[in-house]
């Protein structure tokens, strides 16, 4: 196979915790019994549904009290306004004086402030009530309860009644090395790596090694790196209509950072390993012998390794008959057409391979 330079896609794999789009730790608002528990444990539940009943009865008397206190304020101040309007027009007369004008408006406003606060109290109260329906605060998936029914809660307790987790989208924090970000930028900035058209793309690889359907979107990368790993944090937004992906869940993210346009690949099929651990792979230099070279492999791009040193454009690497070429004997070479999915010939049949042997192009 002669080498040529062709357009891949740069992946990057990073380790990576599922984390709930939003979380919601639902507590009581007021103090009282819980009467009943509505919702089914492990369900799905609106925002607004209702989740818990507390007792009602007195917050439903302190709002009638309240109201009361209205009533009471509204009847005051239609007196206190009369009676002014009334000092205001003897004052015209000289039927009264100006003290008892004053008195007579003190008194009025004094009767709109005491309804402007009974009407608080009533708010206040409403509220009270309205708050003894414990609802769902957002949309999600809802665990366990914490109480049952006959449980005295109180307003803001430290303990949580249940929590509610919204599953679809879910986030995925990555962790990626500093000099892995910086080496990428450089090579961006320096022109071999090009963004993705259609942006970063990213592919979630599961604890059991299946390939998750849907893939996800780059959310952002934090301000600041921890100290401890010397990583920086990266967030990823990807949909669960299934709800596979569940918090706390380990993945791996397989992340497209850029398109190199030039990149010289070669099938994994023709790459072996020496005594040394070195990636090793035959060629056909120029006078027809068989070579072995040392390569660096930078990382498997479907069936083929991205190399970054030892091979380059025009170079002839040996495909099939690799038990039978030694180096420095002269070979008589057949070129094959590689399928870039499988890495394998294109074309079937019977040709003459690097060593004289003949393949089937199935290898």
Do not use: C, H
């Amino acid at each position: 196979m002669t080498l040529k330079p062709q357009e891949a896609a740069i992946a990057t794999v990073l380790p990576g915790r599922v984390v709930a789009y939003q979380v919601s730790e639902v507590r009581p608002q007021v103090t009282g019994i819980v009467q009943k528990r509505v919702f089914t444990e492990g369900a799905e539940v609106k925002e607004g549904e209702l989740l818990y009943q507390i007792d009602p009865v007195q917050y439903q008397a302190a709002l009638e009290s309240a109201e009361a206190a209205v009533l009471k304020a509204q009847a005051n101040l239609a007196l206190v306004r009369l009676t002014a309007e009334r000092k205001t027009q003897l004052l015209r007369t000289n039927a009264a004086s100006q003290q008892d004008v004053d008195s007579a408006v003190a008194s009025l406003k004094q009767g709109e402030a005491d309804l402007k606060s009974a009407e608080a109290s009533r708010d206040t109260a409403a509220i009270a009530l309205d708050r003894t329906k414990v609802v769902a605060p957002i949309s999600g998936r809802i665990g366990k309860s914490a109480i049952t029914a006959g449980a005295l809660v109180t307003a803001s307790q430290a303990n949580a009644l249940t929590t509610i987790q919204q599953l679809d989208p879910v986030y995925v924090d990555l962790d990626q090395a500093t000099s892995e970000m910086d080496r990428i930028r450089g090579e961006v900035a320096g022109g071999q790596l090009k963004r993705p058209a259609g942006g970063v793309e990213i592919e979630l690889v599961l604890e059991d090694g299946k390939t998750y359907p849907q893939k996800g979107k780059f959310g952002f990368t934090d301000s600041s790196v921890n100290e401890t790993t010397g990583s920086v944090s990266t967030r990823a937004i990807l949909a669960n209509p299934d709800r596979r992906l569940l918090p706390g869940m380990y993945v791996r993210a397989r992340v497209t950072a850029g398109v190199d346009p030039k990149a010289i690949l070669i099938p994994q099929r023709a790459v072996s390993r020496n005594p040394r651990g070195e990636a090793v792979a035959m060629f056909i230099d120029k006078d027809g012998k068989v070579e072995q070279r040392v390569l660096k492999v930078a990382q498997a791009i479907g069936p083929n390794w991205l190399i970054d040193d030892g091979a380059k454009e025009g170079d002839r690497v040996i495909l099939d008959g690799l038990q039978k070429a030694k180096p420095g004997m002269v070979a008589k070479t057949v070129d094959v057409a590689i399928d870039p999915k499988t890495g394998l010939t294109k074309t079937p049949g019977k040709e003459a391979n690097a060593a004289g042997a003949p393949t089937t192009g199935k290898d």
